[in-house]
């Protein structure tokens, strides 16, 4: 008669080491400029890599900068993605140290829209950046 007898440790977990992962200090700055030329306003999104590494924009459809417009009581007049759909694309906008990438939209003012009216302009990127600006239409 043979008789095995198996006796196993508890498996005590080994924490693995962490890998060190040095994240690059990046700092994007946003601004917008208002061309106006009559009732057509152009707007230009500028995003500035102040930072001393490279730095990537990360972009999940081909809308890449949304425009809302709306009156100074916050009525929207104008949104650049209502009623519109935009290729489902994965695109990286690199941007090296100390220079910039810029992103512009247009719109027509309808004649009816005067008096101030409040621009934010979204880099859609992940996070999304954006800026804002308040521009008068006659």
Do not use: C
């Not at 290729?87 to 939209?105: E, L, N």
């Amino acid at each position: 008669l043979l008789f095995m007898v198996a006796t196993a440790e508890p498996a005590t977990a080994v924490p693995s080491p962490r890998p060190t992962v040095t994240q690059p200090i990046v700092s994007l700055q946003t601004t917008l400029q208002v061309q106006k030329q009559g009732r057509h306003l152009t707007f230009t999104a500028t995003v500035h890599n102040a930072a001393s590494e490279p730095a990537a924009l990360q972009f999940t459809d081909a809308g890449l900068l949304q425009i809302v417009v709306t009156a100074a009581d916050g009525t929207q007049l104008y949104d650049s993605r209502a009623g519109r759909m935009f290729a489902t694309v994965m695109k990286t906008v690199s941007i090296a140290p100390g220079k910039d990438a810029t992103f512009t939209a247009a719109w027509d003012a309808p004649a009816d829209v005067t008096g101030n009216v409040n621009v934010r302009a979204t880099v859609r990127t992940t996070p999304p950046l954006t800026a804002t600006a308040t521009v008068e239409l006659p």
